[in-house]
């Protein structure tokens, strides 16, 4: 007698839908192109930006004191440290000072550059090493030798010089020797943007060239290399504590190795906020490539899904199989993607080589190219349980008769919860591991605005055709019959669409409005030239100079005083010459 | 087993030397089995009472099934004959757990099914219910074993595969089991299908014009292939059918017409017991 399917020989089917999701595989990507690529480029940016970040930051750490050029660094603009300050800096380890200034460099044949002075006294560099083209000990480049003192340059300063290493330039009223190209200067980064080529001398030269002046713009960078044994954190601070405890009065700057460089690792945050949040919006875009892919598919798929439901699946059991479907097709272009973005520090580091201005430490983090796996299959999960609870609806009666899907506009409410539920996830995943949650909350919060708002244009469009009155020709009848019609494809075509442009205009204003930050930032009238550190007695000689080669340039003078603290006397009276 | 006394009944139309009428000898005996039960009478495979059941929204709803009462005996074989749109596609529908009805009850091998949530439903329909389309409705991505195995892996039972094997053998197509639906005729798809249906040995087998996409003879074989099953097995066949001839194979018809049972002409083989 009959009795059905035994209950023995039963099995847990917990491997059940992945092997039907196999199985449905095997038609082929077709249809999944656009699925896969909108996730393996979302994917790959947000790796790639968080490792090349991760890379940055490791490299600012690692780097920190060869960056700062000391575990301390303190430093002075317009004046000296004092000889207790120095002595202060003395008893607690190796000090170096690094004495930097704008100048003219001047070639033989009157020719004149602008230079990035940077004077340095014999123990300079206390960290890291100075490397030089040709190959030669720093100080022995820097020497004072048949009357004149050495330099080392960037190559940029011999190109606008039309000079060759060994030529000799002048810098004030010192004679410099070019001996050696600059190759590698392990503090520049802390140096922020130069205006010109560096020109690397002893402090000797600097002291010789005159330049230094009461009221000129020299900035005294005073480094400590603490001892060895007491180097650490604690010994740090303790010796910043010190110096703020009994020199209260120097007004130095301070800086320890762990915020080298305030401003780049600002940037680097910075930077990978915004790309980051770049990648979030490919995610975004590609969500709804996702979405439509997955509705494609599933409408193609609505006999087979029946077929299951006929022969014993439940809604549930072919969600499961399709869901499964969904996430192994996010893994395939995921694990691309992360695997692209994670090898990106890695190419950039090997690529530009010791050419790239910044201390990138290529390294496998492996929570950067996790999390972006993570936001990747948020993401198809996200956008694919729309179309997936709708899967859980079709009915097995269009296997008996054919009829006109009437497919509900909402999928089951448990399906609508879990969507809201992993976009919320998505989103306070984005905003908490933002560096600046506010704009991170915004984006979030603009991009849901933008896809509530095109859905609402969808809505609009889809009223307005059902409106119109039903014009005569067949094609166009069709066509506006198709735009309103259940199931049309409107609301995926506005969407589309609308977010691409969306996403365009964004980019568009943003470098817009980077532009204009930019421009703003200058005035109107900004000066075509330069001329710093004119001394008040050469000015008359200047203007003229001026005037008899532009006779049409505007001159704008300013002038700097400087209120020694103790003398109160006025020391200079430095011009800042403009001409347009 | 089961399956293999089956199996050696189903080879008949490509074994002949092992030809023979299993297939009405089987019902015979199937018949006799239910006899000598004890109570004189079987439990019913299905009773349905006045069932209602309308489809589609506002002013496109349409009253399907009206006041339908239906009972069939575990075993028995019916042929439902009804012009098209009568209801005979729905009918198979309620009993197979597909469709819900908006008012009576519906009971298929004991089980209330307006009792059942969706879930219940499904597993009842996997282990109770084997359905052979017109359209056959194989699985394109999934070769000819899997598709047979496909009801037993959702009931997940270990042996699917095996099991499927040994079904595909019982409808000859041991030396495709490889094979892809696109790699086979219409008659061997159909052959699949009805191996698929039987696979977990289902109380109800309902067929839904399981000829109507093949050839006369591929048909014939598929139609004996059908009955071979329901006797040997015991099955209860539910055939839908708009071939007289073939309703009469079965032991009783029933007619449907507008959503309600016809009484049974004079001289029908076995009465409509509504």
Same mark, same amino acid.
């Given at each position: 007698?009959?009795?059905?399917?035994?209950?023995?020989?039963?099995?847990?089917?917990?491997?059940?839908?992945?092997?039907?999701?196999?199985?449905?595989?095997?038609?082929?990507?077709?249809?999944?192109?656009?699925?896969?690529?909108?996730?393996?480029?979302?994917?790959?940016?947000?790796?790639?930006?968080?490792?090349?970040?991760?890379?940055?930051?490791?490299?600012?750490?690692?780097?920190?004191?060869?960056?700062?050029?000391?575990?301390?660094?303190?430093? $002075?603009?317009?004046?000296?440290?004092?000889?207790?300050?120095?002595?202060?800096?003395?008893?607690?380890?190796?000090?170096?000072?690094?004495?930097?200034?704008?100048?003219?460099?001047?070639?033989?044949?009157?020719?004149?550059?602008?230079?990035?002075?940077?004077?340095?006294?014999?123990?300079?560099?206390?960290?890291?090493?100075?490397?030089?083209?040709?190959?030669?000990? $720093?100080?022995?480049?820097?020497?004072?030798?048949?009357?004149?003192?050495?330099?080392?340059?960037?190559?940029?300063?011999?190109?606008?010089?039309?000079?060759?290493?060994?030529?000799?330039?002048?810098?004030?009223?010192?004679?410099?020797?070019?001996?050696? #190209?600059?190759?590698?200067?392990?503090?520049? #980064?802390?140096?922020?943007?130069?205006?010109?080529?560096?020109?690397?001398?002893?402090?000797?030269?600097?002291?010789?060239?005159?330049?230094?002046?009461?009221?000129?713009?020299?900035?005294?960078?005073?480094?400590?290399?603490?001892?060895?044994?007491?180097?650490?954190?604690?010994?740090?601070?303790?010796?910043?504590?010190?110096?703020?405890?009994?020199?209260?009065?120097?007004?130095?700057?301070?800086?320890?190795?762990?915020?080298?460089?305030?401003?780049?690792?600002?940037?680097?945050?910075?930077?990978?906020?915004? $790309?980051?949040?770049?990648?979030?919006?490919?995610?975004?875009?590609?969500?709804?490539?996702?979405?439509?892919?997955?509705?494609?598919?599933?409408?193609?798929?609505?006999?087979?899904?029946?077929?299951?439901?006929?022969?014993?699946?439940?809604?549930?059991?072919?969600?499961?199989?399709?869901?499964?479907?969904?996430?192994?097709?996010?893994?395939?272009?995921?694990?691309?993607?992360?695997?692209?973005?994670?090898?990106?520090?890695?190419?950039?580091?090997?690529?530009?080589?010791?050419?790239?201005?910044?201390? &990138?430490?290529?390294?496998?983090?492996?929570?950067?190219?996790?999390?972006?796996?993570?936001?990747?299959? $948020?993401?198809?999960?996200?956008?694919?349980?729309?179309?997936?609870?709708?899967?859980?609806?079709?009915?097995?009666?269009?296997?008996?008769?054919?009829?006109?899907?009437?497919?509900?506009?909402?999928?089951?409410?448990?399906?609508?919860?879990?969507?809201?539920?992993?976009?919320?996830?998505?989103?306070?995943?984005?905003?908490?591991?933002?560096?600046?949650?506010?704009?991170?909350? #915004?984006?979030?919060?603009?991009?849901?605005?933008?896809?509530?708002?095109?859905?609402?244009?969808?809505?609009?469009?889809?009223?307005?055709?059902?409106?119109?009155?039903?014009?005569?020709?067949?094609?166009?009848?069709?066509?506006?019959?198709?735009?309103?019609?259940?199931?049309?494809?409107?609301?995926?075509?506005?969407?589309?669409?609308?977010?691409? &442009?969306?996403?365009?205009?964004?980019?568009?204003? #943003?470098?817009?409005?980077?532009?204009?930050?930019?421009?703003?930032?200058?005035?109107?009238?900004?000066?075509?030239?330069?001329?710093?550190?004119?001394?008040?007695?050469?000015?008359?000689?200047?203007?003229?100079?001026?005037?008899?080669?532009?006779?049409?340039?505007? &001159?704008?003078?300013?002038?700097?005083?400087?209120?020694?603290?103790?003398?109160?006397?006025?020391?200079?009276?430095?011009?800042?010459?403009?001409?347009? | 087993?089961?399956?293999?006394?089956?199996?050696?009944?189903?080879?008949?139309?490509?074994?002949?030397?092992?030809?023979?009428?299993?297939?009405?000898?089987?019902?015979?005996?199937?018949?006799?089995?239910?006899?000598?039960?004890?109570?004189?009478?079987?439990?019913?495979?299905?009773?349905?009472?006045?069932?209602?059941?309308?489809?589609?929204?506002?002013?496109?709803?349409?009253?399907?099934?009206?006041?339908?009462?239906?009972?069939?005996?575990?075993?028995?074989?019916?042929?439902?004959?009804?012009?098209?749109?009568?209801?005979?596609?729905?009918?198979?529908?309620?009993?197979?757990?597909?469709?819900?009805?908006?008012?009576?009850?519906?009971?298929?091998?004991?089980?209330?099914?307006?009792?059942?949530?969706?879930?219940?439903?499904?597993?009842?329909?996997?282990?109770?219910?084997?359905?052979?389309?017109?359209?056959?409705?194989?699985?394109?991505?999934?070769?000819?074993?899997?598709?047979?195995?496909?009801?037993?892996?959702?009931?997940?039972?270990?042996?699917?595969?095996?099991?499927?094997?040994?079904?595909?053998?019982?409808?000859?197509?041991?030396?495709?089991?490889?094979?892809?639906?696109?790699?086979?005729?219409?008659?061997? +798809?159909?052959?699949?299908?009805?191996?698929?249906?039987?696979?977990?040995?289902?109380?109800?087998?309902?067929?839904?014009?399981?000829?109507?996409?093949?050839?006369?003879?591929?048909?014939?074989?598929?139609?004996?292939?059908?009955?071979?099953?329901?006797? +040997?097995?015991?099955?209860?066949?539910?055939?839908?059918?708009?071939?007289?001839?073939?309703?009469?194979?079965?032991?009783?018809?029933?007619?449907?017409?507008?959503?309600?049972?016809?009484?049974?002409?004079?001289?029908?083989?076995?009465?409509?017991?509504?």
């Amino acid at each position: 007698m009959n009795a059905g399917l035994s209950l023995s020989h039963r099995r847990g089917g917990a491997l059940l839908p992945l092997r039907f999701a196999a199985r449905e595989l095997r038609g082929g990507l077709r249809g999944f192109y656009v699925f896969i690529a909108c996730i393996a480029l979302g994917v790959m940016a947000i790796a790639a930006v968080s490792s090349l970040a991760s890379g940055l930051a490791e490299g600012l750490a690692r780097e920190g004191r060869v960056i700062l050029g000391g575990d301390l660094a303190f430093t $002075l603009s317009l004046r000296e440290a004092n000889a207790d300050e120095r002595a202060f800096l003395e008893r607690r380890g190796i000090a170096s000072l690094a004495a930097t200034m704008r100048a003219m460099a001047r070639a033989q044949d009157g020719r004149a550059a602008l230079v990035e002075v940077k004077a340095v006294d014999p123990a300079y560099p206390l960290y890291g090493t100075v490397a030089l083209d040709p190959q030669q000990p $720093l100080a022995q480049a820097l020497a004072y030798r048949d009357g004149a003192f050495g330099a080392a340059v960037d190559r940029t300063l011999l190109v606008r010089l039309d000079l060759k290493p060994g030529a000799r330039i002048t810098l004030g009223a010192a004679t410099i020797d070019i001996r050696a #190209i600059l190759t590698s200067e392990p503090d520049r #980064i802390a140096s922020g943007l130069g205006f010109g080529p560096r020109l690397l001398v002893s402090e000797d030269a600097l002291r010789a060239s005159g330049l230094v002046q009461p009221g000129t713009i020299v900035r005294w960078h005073y480094r400590l290399r603490l001892p060895e044994q007491d180097s650490t954190d604690t010994a740090m601070r303790a010796v910043m504590a010190a110096a703020r405890a009994q020199l209260p009065e120097a007004g130095w700057e301070l800086r320890s190795r762990a915020n080298a460089s305030p401003a780049l690792e600002q940037n680097v945050e910075r930077f990978t906020q915004y $790309l980051t949040l770049v990648g979030l919006t490919a995610l975004l875009v590609g969500g709804v490539g996702v979405a439509n892919a997955v509705k494609g598919h599933l409408d193609g798929r609505r006999e087979v899904i029946a077929t299951f439901k006929a022969l014993g699946a439940s809604g549930r059991r072919v969600f499961a199989i399709y869901f499964t479907q969904v996430l192994v097709l996010a893994g395939l272009g995921a694990i691309p993607g992360l695997l692209v973005g994670a090898a990106l520090p890695f190419v950039v580091a090997w690529s530009l080589g010791p050419g790239l201005p910044l201390p &990138l430490v290529p390294a496998l983090h492996p929570g950067d190219p996790a999390l972006a796996f993570i936001f990747g299959l $948020l993401t198809a999960a996200t956008f694919a349980l729309w179309p997936l609870g709708h899967a859980h609806d079709v009915p097995v009666s269009a296997l008996f008769r054919d009829e006109v899907a009437s497919e509900r506009r909402w999928p089951p409410p448990p399906y609508v919860a879990a969507t809201i539920l992993l976009g919320c996830t998505l989103a306070v995943l984005a905003v908490e591991l933002a560096y600046d949650r506010r704009i991170a909350a #915004i984006f979030v919060a603009a991009a849901v605005a933008v896809f509530v708002l095109l859905r609402l244009v969808a809505g609009l469009i889809m009223a307005a055709a059902r409106r119109l009155p039903r014009p005569r020709s067949p094609l166009v009848r069709l066509a506006l019959a198709n735009i309103h019609r259940p199931g049309a494809l409107t609301p995926s075509v506005v969407l589309s669409v609308g977010l691409g &442009l969306a996403v365009m205009v964004a980019v568009i204003s #943003i470098e817009g409005n980077l532009r204009r930050h930019f421009l703003a930032a200058l005035p109107d009238s900004a000066p075509s030239f330069y001329f710093v550190d004119i001394p008040a007695a050469d000015a008359q000689a200047f203007d003229a100079f001026i005037r008899a080669r532009a006779s049409r340039a505007a &001159l704008e003078r300013v002038s700097r005083e400087r209120r020694a603290r103790r003398k109160f006397e006025t020391v200079s009276g430095s011009a800042l010459g403009a001409a347009r | 087993m089961q399956a293999n006394v089956w199996t050696r009944a189903a080879q008949v139309p490509y074994d002949r030397d092992n030809a023979g009428p299993p297939a009405t000898e089987g019902r015979k005996e199937q018949r006799n089995m239910q006899d000598t039960s004890g109570s004189g009478r079987a439990e019913p495979a299905v009773v349905l009472s006045g069932v209602n059941l309308s489809l589609g929204r506002g002013a496109a709803r349409v009253h399907i099934l009206k006041d339908l009462d239906l009972h069939i005996d575990r075993g028995e074989a019916i042929g439902l004959l009804g012009p098209s749109g009568s209801g005979k596609s729905t009918l198979l529908m309620v009993m197979a757990g597909l469709e819900r009805i908006d008012t009576g009850s519906v009971v298929v091998a004991g089980e209330a099914l307006d009792a059942l949530s969706e879930d219940a439903l499904a597993r009842f329909r996997g282990r109770n219910i084997g359905i052979v389309f017109q359209s056959f409705h194989l699985i394109p991505t999934m070769t000819a074993l899997e598709n047979v195995a496909v009801p037993l892996e959702l009931a997940g039972l270990d042996d699917a595969h095996e099991r499927a094997a040994r079904e595909l053998a019982a409808v000859g197509l041991s030396g495709r089991r490889q094979h892809y639906p696109a790699e086979l005729s219409g008659g061997e +798809q159909q052959r699949v299908a009805l191996a698929r249906a039987l696979a977990p040995d289902p109380r109800i087998l309902i067929a839904d014009e399981p000829t109507g996409n093949l050839d006369e003879g591929t048909g014939a074989e598929i139609i004996d292939l059908l009955f071979a099953g329901h006797a +040997q097995r015991g099955t209860t066949l539910v055939l839908v059918t708009h071939d007289p001839a073939l309703a009469l194979r079965c032991d009783r018809t029933v007619r449907l017409r507008s959503g309600r049972i016809e009484a049974v002409p004079d001289g029908a083989p076995a009465g409509a017991k509504p």
